[in-house]
């Protein structure tokens, strides 16, 4: 079955941290670029952060540099962002995606919420 299965969200106050987790089946991972993107209530979803293929390439949104941290396990399919000094403004439902075989896949996303 090819999905992506995001975890890791939850509650936390303003400055805690969460790591959250993508892990990917039924298609080849480690050949393609991952993001994860965010739809906060009301508003479109948003690109966040991605990775090239290797790891060895990241970019962000301007509003989570120097806060959160992309990276990837080929070995283990999945991909992941470490979320520090966490900001109400960052409460969303977070959600990864890829490119090539991967641009068509979405996965039920996983609600993080901070509280002030």
């Known amino acids: 079955q090819v999905q992506l299965v995001e975890s890791g969200g939850g509650l936390v106050q303003a400055g805690g941290s969460l790591r959250l987790s993508c892990t990917a089946s039924?298609?080849?991972?480690?050949?393609?670029?991952m993001a994860w993107f965010r739809q906060a209530p009301g508003k479109e979803r948003e690109f966040v952060a991605g990775?090239?293929?290797?790891?060895?390439?990241?970019y962000y949104t301007d509003s989570v540099k120097g806060r959160f941290t992309i990276s990837r396990d080929n070995a283990k399919n999945t991909m992941y962002l470490q979320m520090n000094s966490l900001k109400p403004e960052d409460t969303a439902v977070y959600y990864c995606?890829?490119?090539?075989?991967?641009?068509?896949?979405w996965g039920q996303g996983t609600r993080v919420t901070v509280s002030s």
């Open positions: 995606n890829g490119g090539g075989i991967w641009r068509d896949v």
């Open positions: 990775i090239s293929w290797s790891g060895g390439y990241t």
């Open positions: 039924g298609r080849p991972f480690s050949s393609y670029a």
